[in-house]
Every structure is written in structure tokens, then in C-alpha cells.
């Protein structure tokens, strides 16, 4: 109940193009559900995050679109650049665990030039 | 504002050698947390603090990781004895620990190699 689960496992994409990553999650009690982007060498930064009282939320080329019934979170990276290059992971948390996040397995994206 | 600040940043050791990581938080944040990242995978919380107490530890294998927070500001995470399947990548990360207040910050992580 605590897992969440993240497709694809790897994601090529055209300059300019639409890259999407999926997520669904089984408990109920999450009640934040952000996205981080790590490069390699780094830690992961937070990039979006939304919570379930609102189905979509952008900031720039990020957008994060949210199913409550179906359990479901997704991240749109608009006109994709090759700095976008990076792994990057969805994640959930809910108050009564203290905040700990759980992550998903993480999402390679190339784009190529 | 600095980040949270992790060393060292690489350390090689054999199996049964034991190993400690560094880790200080973002000023002023009361939580402070210690993920593993297993190469292809998505970080797992080992421990989380709330200041200089233990919130959860319910991942950490405690026949072998011990983590502590002296003064509820810097922290480490010791492995003793460490075994093959601990290289990892150990990120360290930190939070207000505010009410409502889920953002994390990270580090940019130990990465462990035992051999």
C-alpha cells in the first residue's frame, strides 16, 4: 500500500517535443505528490509538486495533471530540451508518516537535440 | 542559503569495514532525513529526525546502520559492518519540519562502494 509505481522506465524524446511520466499509487492517505530531477552526481531537486484538492498545476514547461479516483499523477514537460536530460521521480507523502516520502523508480528521459 | 551539505562524497570500502557519513542540514531545518539510492532505483527512507529525536527508523537495519543527531543540527549515519549490498548512494535531506511544510531539500549524496 505504501509503493508507488512509475512508466516508463526510460523515455526518448525529440527536441520540442512532449515528454510524460506516469505514476499511480494505492494509498489513499498521500496527500502530496511532487516530482523530483536528478542529474547524475547530484541529489534530487524538487521540481513541481501538487496535493489532491487540485487536478493540474504548471509552472513553466512542468505541469503536473492528478486523478484522485483513479489514483493516477502524471508530469508534462512541454517543449522539451536536451537539459531536460535527467532521471526523474515521482513521489508521495501523506502528514501521519511524518512526511517521509515514498518514490517511485524513476523515469530515465534523453532528449535528443 | 547553502544547501545541505554531505561528505564525503565517494568512499570505497571491503565488506565487513565500517563506514560514516556526514550530513549537515539547511540552517534552521528541524527535520532531517537519511535515504539509500540503490543504483536504478528510487530513494528509500532509512531514518528521519525531528531535531535531535527519532521520528521513524522503521527501514534502518539496525543489526548494522546506526544514525544519530547530536544537537539537532548535523547528523551522521555509521555501517558497521558494512556488506556488498550497501553500494549505495546515501542522500541526506532536509525540511522546515513546519506544519504542512513537505518540501524536502537534498544533497548531493555519498556514493558507497563496498568491495
Known amino acids: 500500500q505504501q509503493q508507488v509505481k512509475q512508466s516508463p522506465q526510460s523515455l526518448i524524446v525529440q527536441k520540442g517535443g512532449i515528454s510524460i511520466i506516469n505514476c499511480a499509487y494505492e494509498?489513499?492517505?498521500?496527500?502530496?505528490f511532487p516530482w523530483y530531477q536528478q542529474f547524475p552526481g547530484k541529489g534530487p531537486a524538487l521540481l513541481i509538486a501538487i496535493r489532491p484538492d487540485v487536478s493540474e498545476k504548471k509552472e513553466g514547461r512542468f505541469t503536473i495533471s492528478f486523478n484522485k479516483s483513479a489514483k493516477q499523477f502524471s508530469l508534462h514537460i512541454m517543449d522539451s530540451q536536451p537539459g531536460d536530460s535527467a532521471t526523474y521521480f515521482c513521489?508521495?507523502?501523506?502528514?501521519?508518516?511524518?512526511?517521509?516520502?515514498?518514490f517511485g523508480e524513476g523515469t530515465q528521459l534523453t532528449v535528443n537535440p | 542559503e547553502a544547501g545541505v551539505a554531505q561528505s564525503p562524497r565517494y568512499k570505497i570500502i571491503e565488506k565487513r569495514q565500517s563506514v560514516a557519513f556526514w550530513c549537515n542540514p539547511i540552517?534552521?531545518?528541524?527535520?532531517l532525513y537519511w535515504y539509500q539510492q540503490i543504483l536504478g532505483q528510487g530513494p528509500k527512507l532509512l531514518i528521519q529526525f525531528q531535531n535531535n529525536g527519532v521520528v521513524d527508523d522503521s527501514q534502518l537495519p539496525k543489526d548494522r546502520f546506526s544514525a544519530e543527531r547530536l544537537k539537532g543540527v548535523d547528523s551522521t549515519l555509521k555501517i558497521q559492518p558494512a556488506k556488498l549490498e550497501d553500494s549505495a548512494v546515501y542522500l541526506c535531506a532536509s525540511s522546515s519540519g513546519a506544519l504542512s511544510s513537505y518540501e524536502q531539500y537534498f544533497g548531493p549524496g555519498t556514493r558507497l562502494t563496498v568491495t
Open positions: 494509498n489513499t492517505a498521500f496527500d502530496y
Open positions: 540552517s534552521g531545518h528541524a527535520t
Open positions: 513521489a508521495a507523502s501523506m502528514e501521519t508518516s511524518g512526511s517521509r516520502l515514498t
